[in-house]
T-cell receptor, first 114, second 112 residues
Framework: DAGVIQSPRHEVTEMGQEVTLRCKPI?????LFWYRQTMMRGLELLIY????????DSGMPEDRFSAKMPNASFSTLKIQPSEPRDSAVYFC????????????FGPGTRLTVL | GENVEQHPSTLSVQEGDSAVIKCTYS??????FPWYKQELGKGPQLIID?????GEKKDQRIAVTLNKTAKHFSLHITETQPEDSAVYFC???????????FGDGTTLTVKP
C-alpha cells in the first residue's frame, strides 16, 4: 500500500484565495483525520470522519474552513478565503475505526498564505 | 475535553545515554496511549503504544510506562543513537470516541 496520499505537498497562495487540500486514506481504513501543525499551537485535530460521516468538527477554527469526504477513498479540506494565519502544515491521517490501531499520517501539505 | 501536557519541550543527550519524556492527561476515559516520532519534513509515525490495561511495554530500546491512577505515561529510550533525533509526540486516545489528543512534542537531539 502507498500509505496516506496528500496533495499538493506545497501550496503558496495569496490572502483571499481559495485553497483545497486533498487526501486519499489507506484502503480499508474507515476513519480519517485532518490535523494542522504550527510552531505556536502544535498538532491540532481539525475534524475527523468515521465511514465518511463527520463525527467531530469542533477543532475547525472558523467557518472559512470546511471538509468533505464524498467516498471512502477521498477527502478534501477547503479554506475560503485564506488568511496569512492559516499558514501551517496540514496532515491527513487514517485508521481503522473504533480500535486501538495506529493512525497513519500522510506526508503533509505545507501551506503558505502571503 | 482531554488535555495532554508533555515535558520537556527540548531534550539533548549524549549518544548512548537514556532519554525520558513524560506526559500527563486529564480524561480518565482515555484508554490508549500512542507515541509518535516525527522526522523533519515527514508526518508523525507510531513507534510504540500502550493500552490502559497494561502498565509497561517494551520494544527493543524503547519502553513506555503508564500510571492510570496518576494519569501519566512516559517514553524511555535507552542507548540513544543520532538517528533517534526527532520530535516525539505523546497522545491520549478515547477509542470509544475515536479521537486522540496530542501533546506539544519534545525535540530530542542526540549528540554523537
Amino acid at each position: 500500500d502507498a500509505g496516506v496520499i496528500q496533495s499538493p505537498r506545497h501550496e503558496v497562495t495569496e490572502m483571499g484565495q481559495e485553497v483545497t487540500l486533498r487526501c486519499k486514506p489507506i484502503s480499508g481504513h474507515n476513519s480519517l483525520f485532518w490535523y494542522r501543525q504550527t510552531m505556536m499551537r502544535g498538532l491540532e485535530l481539525l475534524i475527523y470522519f468515521n465511514n465518511n460521516v463527520p463525527i467531530d468538527d469542533s477543532g475547525m477554527p472558523e467557518d472559512r474552513f470546511s471538509a468533505k469526504m464524498p467516498n471512502a477513498s477521498f477527502s478534501t479540506l477547503k479554506i475560503q478565503p485564506s488568511e496569512p494565519r492559516d499558514s501551517a502544515v496540514y496532515f491527513c491521517a487514517s485508521s481503522e475505526v473504533y480500535s486501538y490501531n495506529e493512525q497513519f499520517f500522510g506526508p503533509g501539505t505545507r501551506l503558505t498564505v502571503l | 475535553g482531554e488535555n495532554v501536557e508533555q515535558h520537556p519541550s527540548t531534550l539533548s543527550v549524549q549518544e548512548g545515554d537514556s532519554a525520558v519524556i513524560k506526559c500527563t492527561y486529564s480524561d480518565s476515559a482515555s484508554n490508549y496511549f500512542p507515541w509518535y516520532k516525527q522526522e523533519l519534513g515527514k508526518g508523525p509515525q507510531l513507534i510504540i503504544d500502550i493500552r490502559s490495561n497494561v502498565g509497561e511495554k517494551k520494544d527493543q530500546r524503547i519502553a513506555v510506562t503508564l500510571n492510570k491512577t496518576a494519569k501519566h505515561f512516559s517514553l524511555h529510550i535507552t542507548e540513544t543513537q543520532p538517528e533517534d533525533s526527532a520530535v516525539y509526540f505523546c497522545a491520549a486516545t478515547n477509542t470509544n470516541a475515536g479521537k486522540s489528543t496530542f501533546g506539544d512534542g519534545t525535540t530530542l537531539t542526540v549528540k554523537p
